[in-house]
């Protein structure tokens, strides 16, 4: 799997949008960008994929960029429960293990 | 609610003891991954299991094994246990197929070895 790279941590307002950048420059082309979160010592839980194009579901967007090298997370208006590490894993689907690297903590502030 | 479960989901035990954890995946999927997180090492994974037999290894000590019963629930056993094996465990299912792969976590087992 790509190595991604994310920002250690990072504050939001609570009702703005979060956006959570991660860099995955050495994405091959059948890799996805997967992204999960975990809220204190729960399962990581799946929030959105994607391979080339944008993509949204009722959780959040996730914004590819044309080369593939980097992407963003958006949850559109960040609540106090979204407050969690999020993780950005490239995974070529396949079903193969998924590798955590640090994440981001995001701290979502009232 | 991701319907992978897990039991127990708390473990004191001491060193030297043996645990079984259980998993059980989500309902269709074949495929279950083991994953260990520990304060100083993050979320690793150390085995995966698909449709009864053995896929894929990573960082799993000797001491440490699992298999997946016909049933597809999987049991993680873990013997002659260190204060180092005090860390969550994690169990996520996908269908493992090439399209449909996005893994699903349990809410995991807090392994405390005293």
């Known amino acids: 799997d790509a190595k991604t790279t994310q920002p250690p941590s990072m504050d939001c307002a609570e009702g703005r949008a979060a956006n959570l950048p991660c860099n995955h420059s050495t994405i091959s082309g059948n890799e996805y960008v997967y992204w999960y979160r975990q809220i204190h010592s729960q399962g990581p839980q799946y929030i959105i994929h994607?391979?080339?194009n944008n993509e949204t579901n009722e959780m959040a967007s996730l914004i590819i960029t044309e080369d593939r090298k980097s992407s963003t997370l958006i949850l559109p208006h960040a609540t106090l429960r979204d407050t969690a590490v999020y993780y950005c894993i490239a995974n070529n689907n396949a079903g193969n293990m998924l590798t955590f690297g640090g994440g981001t903590r995001l701290m979502v502030k009232p | 609610d991701s319907g992978v479960t897990q039991t127990p989901k708390h473990l004191i035990t001491a060193t030297g003891q043996r645990v079984t954890l259980r998993c059980s995946p989500r309902s269709g999927d074949l495929s279950v991954y083991w994953y260990q997180q520990s304060l100083d090492q993050g979320l690793q994974f150390l085995i995966q299991?698909?449709?009864?037999?053995?896929?894929a290894k990573g960082n799993i000590l000797e001491r440490f094994s699992a298999q997946q019963f016909p049933d597809l629930h999987s049991e993680l056993n873990l013997s002659s246990l260190e204060l180092g094996d005090s860390a969550l465990y994690f169990c996520?299912?996908?269908?493992?197929?090439?399209?449909?792969?996005?893994?699903?976590f349990g809410p995991g087992t807090r392994l405390t070895v005293l």
């Open positions: 299991y698909y449709n009864g037999e053995e896929r």
């Open positions: 996520a299912s996908s269908g493992g197929t090439i399209l449909t792969d996005t893994q699903y």
């Open positions: 994607g391979l080339k």
